[in-house]
């Protein structure tokens, strides 16, 4: 094999190492992921079934204030504005995509802090009500986000995403009345309506990485290998 032949496997064999690095990254993140949301399902069902010790059980209720599942949630929600944030500056997402990382790191304090029922009741509105603009506002900066991304995985994530907090935002609206009263089966739409929350924010960010990978793989320099070296390493 010639000297420059030489040079040419070894850029692809280096290429093709660093995909493959970049491809575990990817799945590893996701893996976690997605262990984060199956640790939190299984923890509320252990809550709800009461076969988890009591100091423990009480974590996973994920209506209870300042616990594990609040924390997660509350967590899942700022690495979704940092990935959003990350994405952005390498060029992976357009610049409105800041709007919903702003969103999503608000919503993080707004989740640890109990904001918006403060809101609420000083208020006396519904903060469903109050916090409308925000919502469409986050909306529509992840609809140009998705535009941009279209047809790659990562526009399918943030739209699952963005329908995951969408259906939550509607269960949470019909747990309470006009009347402030309690539906009756409040218990199942707030266990449905806080996983959907925190398997939304989990796909915002699964989304936002995505998106950087499938940029660098874009960006990622081909190099064209003679016939002759693919096939034998030698050349005829």
């Not at 995909?19 to 640790?39: D, P, Q």
Request: hydrophobic share 50%; net charge neutral.
């Amino acid at each position: 094999m010639d000297e420059v032949g030489t040079r040419r496997v070894l850029t692809v064999r280096g290429i093709s190492r660093a995909l493959v690095r970049e491809h575990r990254k990817g799945v590893g993140i996701f893996v976690v992921l997605a262990a984060a949301w199956l640790t939190m399902a299984l923890g509320t069902a252990g809550w709800q079934l009461e076969f988890l010790p009591s100091p423990v059980r009480q974590h996973f209720n994920p209506d209870a204030e300042r616990k594990l599942f609040a924390l997660v949630s509350a967590a899942a929600l700022l690495f979704a504005a940092v990935s959003m944030a990350a994405a952005w500056r390498r060029g992976a997402l357009p610049r409105t995509s800041v709007i919903l990382g702003a969103v999503l790191a608000g919503m993080a304090v707004d989740e640890w802090l109990e904001l918006h029922e403060r809101f609420e009741r000083r208020l006396d509105t519904d903060w469903n009500a109050l916090y409308l603009p925000l919502v469409v506002c986050a909306g529509l900066s992840g609809l140009i986000a998705v535009r941009r991304l279209w047809p790659e995985r990562s526009s399918f994530l943030l739209l699952a995403g963005g329908a995951c907090w969408f259906a939550a935002y509607l269960l949470e609206d019909l747990q309470w009345d006009a009347a402030d009263t309690m539906h009756p089966n409040y218990l199942w739409l707030m266990i449905a309506e806080e996983l959907l929350e925190l398997g939304g924010s989990l796909l915002l960010a699964a989304a936002a990485l995505l998106a950087c990978f499938e940029m660098a793989h874009r960006r990622r320099p081909q190099t064209s290998v003679p016939q002759s070296v693919r096939s034998s390493g030698e050349p005829t």
